[in-house]
């Protein structure tokens, strides 16, 4: 159960946040090189977000690579503060609405896209999948949305906060709220 509930990501580490800040500013420079890294260490938790966002694995995919694209594009301009993922979550999010802008669709991800999310990781048995699912079904919406993105985008609750345009406390008591539901299903669950 643990497994179930680590396995939604963790936020960077001070030296991983560092890392990838001196490679987006290598990308301002024109090193395809370090693109390729920054691609290597935030892939997943973009591709995560994006889904979230679109409820689609090809709209995710399309999201993504216009995000890197962008991302190369504007490198040079790229301010570091410490917060490459915001940086980066902030295109993702640009982009994945513009497509939701272009279909004209809005879906709330569901438990089942979550559980879709995860099927491909060996460390997930089809028994943890239907416990995610069931899980997950009973967070609101909102607090799917609020650990989606600090469990698989890895930002902050601060970042949270600001990208849905909610008072900090709002959204460390929702994501405390909606950690101990999982918690107290995960526990009922056993």
Known sequence: MLLILT???SPLTA???EHIDRCIAEMGRGDTGALAKVYERTHAALY???LFLLKNPQD???AVQETYVKAYQSAAQYRSQGKPMAWLMTIARNEALQLLRERRRTVAMTPEDWQEQ???????SQEDLLTLRALL???SEEERQIVSLHALGGLKHRE???MLDLALPTVLSKYHRAMKKLGKA???AE
């Open 15 to 17: 030296a991983e946040t």
């Open 137 to 139: 079904e009973t967070l």
């Open 160 to 162: 949270i906060a600001a």
């Open 186 to 188: 995960a526990e009922e």
């Open 118 to 124: 995860f099927s491909d990781r060996p460390d997930f």
């Open 60 to 62: 995710a995919e399309d």
């Open 48 to 50: 995560g977000f994006s």
């Open 7 to 9: 396995a939604l990501g």
